[in-house]
């Protein structure tokens, strides 16, 4: 089982930037393919952005150019670099394996994006 801990959101104005990290614990992390996934209110929870345990990365349509996914497998850490951060960014955070598995959900990180 993978534990995970997502930091980094907060309030940004539209344009800005954030980065988020996703801390991961219990189990051989390289080996998983991660993602990071949003869920604005009232919505579905949906992805954002994976990479495999080799690096290779894919991106929802919305974020393509703006959102960067990266992990350092010695830390176990997986991140996510945010530029010009439109309103339609504000969500909870979460990251988890690809696919997701119900158990290793955390509690996400807010990100807020408003003037």
């Known amino acids: 089982q993978l534990s995970l801990v997502e930091s980094g959101g907060g309030l ?12 991961a614990s219990g189990s051989i992390f390289s080996i998983y393919a991660m993602g990071w996934y949003r869920q ?16 290779s990365t894919n991106y929802a349509d919305s ?6 996914i990266s992990r350092d497998n010695a830390k176990k850490l997986v991140y996510l670099q945010m530029d010009s951060l ?13 696919p997701p598995v119900a158990d290793s959900w955390g509690q ?4 807020t994006v408003s003037s």
């Open 12 to 23: 940004v104005q539209p344009g800005g930037s954030l980065r988020l990290s996703c801390a």
């Open 40 to 55: 604005a209110p009232g919505k579905q929870r949906d992805l954002v952005a994976r990479i495999a345990g080799g690096g």
């Open 63 to 68: 974020v393509k150019g703006r959102f960067t």
């Open 86 to 98: 439109k309103p339609a960014g504000t969500a909870v955070y979460y990251c988890n394996k690809f």
């Open 108 to 111: 996400g990180t807010q990100v």
